[in-house]
């Protein structure tokens, strides 16, 4: 069993920033991709960000410049450091991580979600 386990989140102004982290524990052979999926009230969840293992991160065209993506691959942990904030980012954001707990088979996981509020 794999946990990811979010921070980070909360309410923040127009303009302001927030960093959301990330950690995967458990039963943890290998961490593939992490990277992190939004959804906004009455929306589908969506892409924000993803970083593969050989450390190639994206970003969703619309966030680029104001959002960023970044991992700790010893402490199995990825970030979003958020600039720039506008009410429209207001989401649950979800960690999502592919994760191998043995050589020959990968499960995806998902965290229980952070509450990003942004007020105009």
């Known amino acids: 069993q794999v946990l990811l386990e979010e921070s980070g989140g909360g309410l923040v102004q127009a303009g302001g920033s927030l960093r959301l982290s990330c950690a995967a524990s458990?039963?943890?052979?290998?961490?593939?991709?992490m990277g992190w999926y939004r959804q906004a009230p009455g929306k589908e969840r969506e892409l924000v960000a993803d970083?593969?293992?050989?450390?190639?991160?994206h970003v969703v065209d619309s966030l680029k410049g104001r959002f960023t993506a970044s991992r700790d691959y010893a402490k199995n942990m990825v970030h979003l450091q958020m600039n720039s904030l506008q009410p429209e980012d207001t989401a649950v954001y979800y960690c999502?991580?592919?994760?191998?707990?043995?050589?020959?088979?990968?499960?995806?996981?998902w965290g229980q979600g952070t509450q990003v509020t942004v007020s105009a």
């Open positions: 999502h991580a592919d994760v191998q707990s043995g050589p020959n088979y990968e499960y995806e996981y």
């Open positions: 458990g039963r943890i052979f290998k961490v593939n991709a």
């Open positions: 970083i593969t293992t050989g450390n190639s991160a």
